[in-house]
């Protein structure tokens, strides 16, 4: 059972579907300036998404910034300069386009346009000093290209800094505006369709299993599960199938409020600090490779959990809660991600004693919320299933 | 299907559970003076919520003012009226305290506050002359006392002038704050605990066949419906029963989320011409009267969402649409209900045209949402069979 007591904030005002990005040049946006944050990559200009939402802008009597450094695992200095030049130009709010780097880096751009310092300064674990950001945010309008982070609709993000990976989250950084239109996610490559779309799983059901759970989150977890395992693998094998792409948008968007209503569990911490060490190793993919080893841990502690996950996933009803590790693996082969090795990207098996330390040490809260306390021994353990 | 091109927006920031009332002295609340509106009865004195509350939010260092005529379908009146003594005492947040009456009359205070002129002037349909609120509105913060209205989490206020009862919704309408503590909804004697979870029902099951349904409302529908199923006799059977109370209480909020994602359809529309002619008719109880006949006129519209409804209420697979009506029937005799007449309340069958003419007039746009469009025939039709 859920907790019967909480509370719930998604100040987020979500346009979902086809076509919806026009509202970019119909809809009252909460600025007149805007820094543009985009990835390094050449996909936002080579699809035509950057002149898109550019043209759309100026439809809008929106003055747009183009910023385009941004890493596929952000880190803290493109932070810091893109907040000082959003000061220079005197931008009013900050648009992130694209993946969830360039939107968590929007919503720390934000957060850094409005406060003195260091963005560590403000980070809690790690080496962060945990100052309040009396100065709150600028606004933040997201529209990603990508389904699996769901970061349009929750207030976290997610920045390394010296193999610290740490996420992040005040309400100021909810934005204001999220704009989820599938059609700008069909030119996502399969496997990076299937990264993405695992994360997006994983924060279904880690928000599921978490202590923190709340009858609402449950009913976002349950809907994004039961529509990624139906349709990811369609999204996978044709990029362009429209509907595939719509039912894994919207999983994504309803993970995303998980993350704003329930937590992620310690699954992410266990896989931030494989990729703040590996930074070519995708978030997705890390967390693929620990999912079976971590889900198996905790299938004893809260079984019937498990079975539910297992009947939105299969569509029937479950008496065992090994069904949702089945459905799991079976999702893996589906789309392709089963054979994932972690020595691909370079780690050793020296490297996991490491990974266990850091992840405790820089998001150890995350620790807590899990059904049943992990010892360092188990994360070990974890890690160590999980190991080719 | 739901609709797959939606919006959604409520940034209402919620606290949920028993005891969270104790929130009003710890939270960060939007103003230092509020108008604390109030019923006209006696409940909120007798039960100790008032002082309960007053003295919450002195802990708080917050000033109180109260307001306390509000009746039960709340009238322009003491909208006009409060808004008055909310300016002379410079109040800078409103609070409704109690039923759906003072927490929409605490809205519509909220925006006469900030604006000039009549209350009707900003009304759409019936004498409303439609006039933008550009002033906008002070933030309110709703805490209800009754599971009935959802009102808490949607932007919706409801107004009587004239024989015209009507609905009224902008976003600076929606709470900033909304505490839901079951323990402040014990001493609902039953029938009103009947008549308003009917009402949340109906919000849950409207908003589940309306046109304007999304994937994310449909989701709220199903588990209010299936909450106050399994609740709501309970509830009514011994007040007392907390986790009842509880269940009823989440359903009601789940289904003003509804009312913020989807829409009623034109059983509400029906059921405010009768009671704007009628006000001692209860809400909940004219709903009730016409439910089974409103409903049945949809039943081959959508069969497949009335078998959807029909699982949720009973927990078993349902091939019948007509399985929603015997359940919605079988609820309304566990709930002592079922043999409620509207010439109880001077109803006669003469007012029926009226009431149809009315209920087009004031509310016309409640039955572009349903799932077929009623002739004034078919509106007719349901009022005449509902009558005894």
Known sequence: MANFVFNQFIPTRLFFGCGEISKLATETLPGKKALLVISAGTSMRRFGYLDKV???????????????????????????????????EQCDFIIGLGGGSSIDSAKSIALMACNEGDYWDYMFGGTGKGKPAIGGALPVVA???????????????????????????????????????????????????????????????????????????????????????????????????????????????LAGMVESTSSCTSEHALEHAMSAYYPELPH????IVLSV??????????????????????????????????????????????????????IVEGDLAKFAANARATMGGMFSLDPRALTDEDVLAIYKQSYR
Chains 1, 2 share one sequence.
């Not at 809660?321 to 459905?327: E, G, L, N, R, S």
């Open 143 to 253: 529209i990603p290209t990508t389904a699996g982070t769901g970061t349009e609709v929750d207030p976290w993000t997610v920045i390394t800094h010296n193999n610290e990976k740490i996420g992040y989250g005040i309400a100021p950084l909810f934005p204001a505006v999220a704009i989820v239109d599938p059609e700008m996610m069909i030119s996502v490559p399969a496997h990076l369709t299937a990264y993405q779309g695992f994360d997006a799983f994983f924060h279904a059901a880690e928000g599921y299993i978490a202590n923190v759970a709340t009858p609402i989150s449950e009913l976002y977890s349950l809907k994004s599960i039961e529509l990624i395992y139906k349709s990811l693998p369609k999204a996978v094998a044709d990029g362009r199938n429209i509907e595939a792409r719509s039912d894994v948008a919207l999983a994504s968007t």
């Open 293 to 346: 080893a971590y889900f198996s841990a905790f299938v004893n502690d809260v079984p019937e959990r498990f079975m539910k996950m297992a009947e939105a996933m299969t569509g029937t009803k479950s008496n065992d809660p090994q069904d949702f590790i089945k459905a799991l693996i079976a999702m893996q082969k589906a789309c392709n991600v089963e054979a994932l090795k972690l020595s691909d990207y370079g």
């Open 284 to 287: 997705g993919a890390g967390l």
């Open 54 to 88: 550019i043209n759309l802008l100026g439809k809008n009597k929106v003055e747009v910034v183009v910023y385009d450094k941004i890493l596929a695992n952000p880190i803290k200095s493109h932070v810091m300069e893109a907040a000082e030049l959003c000061r220079k």
